[in-house]
């Protein structure tokens, strides 16, 4: 599986962005998929996932201002970051599990000033 992660970029406290992920060489619409992200000196955490079906969870910091989504035509998954605080400062990694194993795509750094 290749997972391509994009989007991430500098914003201002109350900004937004969206990040995309594509998927390749799986059978896309088969995998639940998720966004996780990493603070400088932080444990990597859950942020979002959406089920095959779409059932979607939000973690608690983020519910209320973020929206994931996926596009099986596309074989992307979105994360819609709305009103963006300086503690969503991370890198976002774009997530799923083949096999029993979780995979991880590159990552795209988000950055939030005050």
């Known amino acids: 599986v290749q997972l391509q992660a994009s989007g991430g970029g500098s914003v201002q406290a109350g900004g937004f962005l969206r990040l995309s992920c594509s998927a390749s060489?799986?059978?896309?619409?088969?995998?639940?998929m998720a966004w996780y992200r990493q603070a400088p000196g932080k444990e990597r955490e859950l942020v979002a996932s959406i089920t095959s079906d779409g059932a979607t969870t939000l973690a608690n910091p983020v519910k209320g201002r973020f929206i994931i989504s996926r596009d099986n035509a596309q074989d992307a998954v979105y994360l819609q970051m709305n009103n963006l605080k300086p503690e969503d400062t991370a890198v976002y990694y774009c997530?799923?599990?083949?096999?029993?194993?979780?995979?991880w795509g590159q990552g795209t750094q988000v950055t939030v000033s005050s």
């Open positions: 060489r799986i059978m896309f619409r088969a995998y639940d």
């Open positions: 997530s799923t599990v083949v096999r029993g194993q979780r995979r």
